[in-house]
């Protein structure tokens, strides 16, 4: 059954693939399957046909078969659970690998994430240069904590997993910043993540569609 997954037209970033459709692709490459990619508009994202998709007019959105997914931490974990690679086979090992999805998602991005919309989003308030250092802080909150747990392991939970690739793609928008290199082993960690392959491939896919 060929996977269609959605994308932006042309990403905001101009190919620096932190949009999240290139951990969608990471998990594909990963795994090993061809893929296909419907490039949308942000206003055809919000049409009824790609909201019968995804109901918030996102990116990225995941298609095979009958199944229609969206939430890139659901479609990583679907990918994971249905193909050899990301998930050990081990059940507590397993069950490991995916509470370490959960934690870039819900306890590393949302920090993360906040950061961006500082800057980008509120950038231009009267109090926003007042406001950044507590957030820049809520971030190394995370970081220091993530650091320590990591040391000098090449992976968080023994061998590479869904885990490492979502926590690898959450942190790659920290980079910007300058607060990423303030940990260097979260810094290595991360560049151990993009020298993979599988990562090369998919950020040069999101390249070729949004650079220039
Ligand atoms: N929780 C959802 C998920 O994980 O899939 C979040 C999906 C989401 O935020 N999608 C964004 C989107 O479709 C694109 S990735 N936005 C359009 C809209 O809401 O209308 C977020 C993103 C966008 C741009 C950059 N960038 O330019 O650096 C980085 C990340």
Redesign the pocket.
Known sequence: MTIIITA?ER????G?G????T?VRWAIEEVGRPYEVRLLS?SA??EPAHLAL?P?????TYEEGDLVL??????VLHIADHNAGLLPDDANARARAITWVFAA?NTVEPPILDL?NAKILEGNKSWSMARLPLVEDRVRVRMRLLAARLGDADWLNGAFSAGDLMMVSVLL?LRASGILDEFPNLATYVARGEARPAYQRAFAAQLAINAG
């Not at 990403?11 to 101009?14: E, I, K, R, V």
């Not at 932190?18 to 459709?21: G, K, S």
């Not at 969206?70 to 479609?75: D, L, Q, R, T």
């Open positions: 932006f990403s905001p970033d101009g620096k932190l949009a999240r459709d951990r942000f994202m919000k995804h918030f007019g996102q990116i990225p969206f939430e890139s931490g659901a479609i998602l961006a928008r």
